[in-house]
């Protein structure tokens, strides 16, 4: 089936840094890729969707400056959160959905911790 | 958007058939269902997908009554492994909100 992949599964960086994580979509051409954080024994809450060549469209409250989203190809999105703080810390989880049909794929997720 | 509700948490044994019921009332004349199954640390996986009445493959089954107002995933004689969050989602291809995930029903396979 469709594979979509993100890197880095897990990162550490230090409070005030900027990290990437790259989601792609491997045997696909992904239109719109979105991306999700997860808390912990909660379930994934949606931040952004990311259509490629335009903008993306954030959720409310999710601060547009902070997670930078880039859908340059139809293959490859990145999520940047600049200035991370620890309660950034998260898991990231990006999906995709190709022209046709309406099955979502989903990445690995990517752990991101804030010291 | 269509919300779902799901259990919250469902206990099974090995080898039983379990059954875990979304309700949609909500859902739109475009929206499939669609369920998928997390483990910790793990993107969600795709199940199964469908429209109406009954959908199966190798690993499930999904039954849609006519109105479409819940759908019921199905899996055969379950095993540990299966222990899992399943969510139900509702959604079109065109919608920006397609995959907004419920709580989710956490199954938990005892021996």
């Known amino acids: 089936g469709a594979v979509v992949s993100q890197h880095p599964s897990w990162v550490i960086c230090k409070s005030g840094t900027s990290v990437k994580i790259e989601c792609r979509s491997l045997?696909?051409?992904?239109?719109?890729m979105f991306w999700y954080r997860q808390f912990p024994k909660q379930s994934l809450m949606l931040m952004a969707t990311?259509?490629?060549?335009?903008?993306?469209?954030?959720e409310q409250g999710v601060e547009k400056d902070k997670f930078l989203i880039n859908h340059a190809s139809l293959t490859l999105s990145t999520l940047t959160v600049t200035s991370a703080h620890p309660e950034d810390s998260s898991f990231y989880i990006c999906?995709?959905?190709?022209?046709?049909?309406?099955?979502?794929?989903f990445g690995e997720g990517s752990w991101l911790t804030v010291v | 958007l269509a919300k779902t509700t799901q259990p919250i948490s469902m206990d099974s044994y090995e080898g039983q058939e379990v059954n875990i019921t979304c309700s949609h009332n909500?859902?739109?004349?475009?929206?499939?269902i669609t369920w998928y199954q997390q483990f910790p640390s793990q993107g969600p996986r795709f199940i199964i997908q469908?429209?109406?009445t009954k959908v199966t493959n190798e690993v499930a089954s999904l039954f849609i009554p006519a109105d479409r107002k819940s759908s019921t995933l199905s899996l055969p004689r379950v095993s540990l492994s299966d222990t899992a969050v399943y969510y139900c989602?509702?959604?079109?291809?065109?919608?920006?909100?397609?995959?907004?995930f419920g709580s989710g029903t956490q199954l938990t396979v005892l021996p």
């Open positions: 999906s995709a959905s190709s022209f046709s049909g309406n099955t979502i794929y």
């Open positions: 045997d696909f051409q992904a239109t719109t």
């Open positions: 990311s259509n490629e060549g335009s903008k993306a469209t954030y």
């Open positions: 909500n859902i739109a004349t475009n929206d499939y």
């Open positions: 469908g429209y109406k």
């Open positions: 989602l509702v959604g079109d291809e065109g919608s920006a909100r397609q995959l907004t």
